[in-house]
Nanobody, 118 residues
Framework: QVQLVESGGGWVQPGGSLRLSCAASGFTFSMFLMSWYRQAPGKERELVAGISRTGGSITYADSVKGRFTISRDNAKNTVYLQMNSLKPEDTAVYYC???????????WGQGTQVTVSS
């Protein structure tokens, strides 16, 4: 059974930090591109950051470059998102995604709420 379980969300003041984790099970984690997406109320889901199988290729949305860092630990089947200098506009539900195009596999977690406000 495929599972992606996000954790680490919560409330933080502007300028603060949070670290999201996504624990994967039920599939071969190291074969999958892992990404974090977010969806704010009334907006479409958007890509925040993605990391290749080995971590050698990483991409970020322009809005988070220099503030967020994605990483993965294939031994622990976990992907992380370190979020620093958080802004109110970062408020959203953050989703973990696993994708392997060669097998047309695409999995989503349930999401974790991040709220940035004073």
């Amino acid at each position: 059974q495929v599972q992606l379980v996000e954790s680490g969300g919560g409330w933080v003041q502007p300028g603060g930090s949070l670290r999201l984790s996504c624990a994967a099970s039920g599939f071969t984690f190291s074969m999958f591109l892992m990404s974090w997406y977010r969806q704010a109320p009334g907006k479409e889901r958007e890509l925040v950051a993605g990391i290749s199988r080995t971590g050698g290729s990483i991409t970020y949305a322009d809005s988070v470059k220099g503030r967020f860092t994605i990483s993965r630990d294939n031994a622990k089947n976990t992907v992380y998102l370190q979020m620093n200098s958080l802004k109110p506009e970062d408020t959203a539900v953050y989703y973990c995604n696993a994708k392997w195009s060669a097998t047309d596999s695409n999995y989503w977690g349930q999401g974790t709420q991040v709220t940035v406000s004073s």
